[in-house]
């Protein structure tokens, strides 16, 4: 599980570096949705990260996209269970859970999003 929770920090990270989500997840969503391709709204003048986000075309991705790209790498992952990383939904939200074949390992609620990485173990496991 350490390797799991060690590949999802590094994905966040480079996604937060690259521009892809920002550190403060309330905003991350906000500017995807409201991209703005053409930097048509955003003043050219106006210097900062927020710009820098616009500035050529770019903005973070949803919160989906960010798990799409964590559960790619988590995926190439050599584990000694076998682990599934399902795509989670709730009414406007998407993120991941991570599932061991071992009955003795959690299940994990992994959001980048959010940078949030949990585990809990059910009713019957541990």
Same mark, same amino acid.
């Given at each position: #599980?350490?390797?799991?929770?060690?590949?999802?920090?590094?994905?966040?990270?480079? #996604?937060?570096?690259? @521009?892809?989500? %920002? $550190?403060?997840?309330?905003?991350?969503?906000?500017?995807?949705?409201?991209?703005?391709?053409?930097?048509s709204w955003w003043p050219n003048w106006l210097a900062g990260? %927020?710009?820098?986000?616009?500035?050529?075309?770019? $903005?973070? %991705? %949803?919160? @989906?996209?960010? *798990?799409?790209?964590? =559960?790619?790498e988590l995926n190439k992952l050599k584990l000694d269970a076998k682990w599934i990383f399902?795509?989670?939904?709730?009414?406007?939200?998407?993120?991941?859970? @991570?599932?061991?074949?071992?009955?003795?390992?959690?299940?994990?609620?992994?959001?980048? *999003?959010?940078? $949030?990485? $949990?585990? =809990?173990?059910?009713? @019957?496991?541990?």
């Open positions: #599980m350490i390797r799991i929770q060690e590949t999802f920090n590094r994905v966040v990270n480079e #996604m937060t570096q690259n @521009g892809e989500r %920002l $550190s403060f997840y309330n905003f991350n969503d906000d500017f995807a949705y409201n991209r703005d391709d053409q930097n990260t %927020l710009s820098g986000i616009f500035l050529n075309g770019d $903005s973070t %991705l %949803l919160c @989906g996209q960010q *798990w799409e790209k964590v =559960q790619a399902n795509d989670t939904f709730t009414d406007v939200h998407e993120f991941g859970t @991570g599932i061991s074949d071992d009955q003795n390992d959690p299940i994990l609620f992994i959001d980048p *999003w959010k940078n $949030s990485f $949990s585990a =809990q173990y059910p009713i @019957g496991r541990k």
